[in-house]
């Protein structure tokens, strides 16, 4: 099998962990599960010589220097001008390999626990992007989720299947049967294709956006590891998701089935999910004491947290800041004044 081209999306889509997740520091640059920051841990996982080559990562000016901190080993890095959401930055990573080249898209702020399986549906992926298919990995669900989208199971194929239908964002009683019925994947935003062929889609789907990229990465330059596309160029291209751009649009749409897990940690409570809970099913990080609770999420960055008698609450210490929240309520801190929004 040839290798696989990571490239993996630093760009700005917005977090609900507030008020840790900073526009200075955000999500997947912060150490949210162990040592390693969620950045560092998705380059880990495509570091695997053997299988992958070096990464392209794309990223705006705001995060650029975070990138190149928390980078090791060789990698180019394409700086956009401004945001322009998944379908644009993926194809100036595409317009900028061979067109054989087999990406492998991921986002820069997920958690994986069984990084081997997420190897394995790799392979299966690539076999079947090597056939000019768009591959989704469609994540198996574990709970009636209404903050993802959702892939429906078509026919198969040899190592994968056929997209029947993407979904939007269902309401809880859709979720519920969704989860029932066991044809339904979450959509988990990570995706493999060659490059030439995403940008032939790109091309029939998107000409405008096609056209415009071609030109931001021809008029381009290099800088060191560094790569500008022109920026008058990359201003007229239309900020569009690469799910609506292609993948709802192409009919070599797949999809590889996998139990990694994965989270994209969106919220307080998929991070207190992520993490090793002790026998009450609290997870602590900083100095906490916690008496006669339990389902309690306890995080500082300093002064000692101590509670009595709590369940299902969510206790974050940051600097200045503090937010004490119920598990529902978790969902709902990008509203409060202030809230930042990568």
């Keep these: 099998m040839s290798f696989i081209h990571p490239v993996i999306l630093c760009g700005g889509s917005g977090t609900r962990l507030w008020p840790r997740s900073r526009k200075s ?14 950045f560092e ?52 990573a595409a317009e900028r390999l061979p067109e054989d080249a087999l990406m492998l898209v991921c986002p820069s702020d997920h958690f994986i626990a069984d990084v081997p399986a997420f190897h394995a549906a790799i392979r299966s992926a690539a076999e079947l992007a090597r056939r000019d298919n768009m591959v989704a990995f ?40 969704f989860l029932a019925c066991g044809d339904y994947s979450w959509n988990g935003g990570i995706f493999a294709f060659r490059a030439g062929a995403f940008m032939a889609e790109l091309a029939k789907h998107r000409p405008a956006l096609a056209k415009a990229v071609i030109e931001a990465v021809r008029k381009g330059r290099a800088d060191g590891a560094r790569f500008h596309p022109d920026a008058d160029a ?26 990694m897990g994965w989270s994209d940690i969106g919220n307080w409570h998929a991070l207190r999910d992520a993490r090793p809970a002790d026998r009450q099913g609290n997870r602590i990080s900083g100095e906490a004491n916690l008496l006669d609770c339990e389902g309690v999420l306890a995080e500082t960055d300093g002064p000692r ?22 598990m529902e309520g978790a969902q709902q801190v990008g509203k409060l004044p202030g809230a930042a929004r990568q």
């Design 138 to 177: 469609g994540i198996t669900p574990t709970a009636p989720e209404t903050g993802f989208g959702y892939l429906r199971r078509g026919d198969a194929l040899d190592g994968g299947f056929r997209v029947a239908q993407f979904v939007e964002k269902p309401d809880a009683e859709r979720a519920m049967q």
């Design 41 to 92: 841990a998705t380059l880990a996982r495509a570091a695997d010589p053997t299988l992958f080559t070096s990464p392209t990562i794309v990223t705006g000016t705001a995060h650029l220097e975070l990138v190149e901190s928390q980078l090791t080993g060789e990698a180019e890095i394409i700086v956009e001008p401004e945001a322009k959401n998944t379908a644009a930055a993926i194809a100036l």
């Design 305 to 326: 947290i101590s509670a009595i008698g709590l369940r299902d609450i969510v206790i974050v210490v940051n600097g200045d800041d503090v937010l004490v929240t119920t």
């Design 234 to 259: 990359f201003a007229r291209i239309a900020s569009e998701s690469v799910d609506y751009a292609v993948m709802e649009e192409t009919a070599q749409a797949a999809m590889v089935p996998v139990s």
């Design 25 to 38: 520091l955000p999500k997947p640059f912060l150490p949210l599960l162990g040592d390693q920051t969620l």
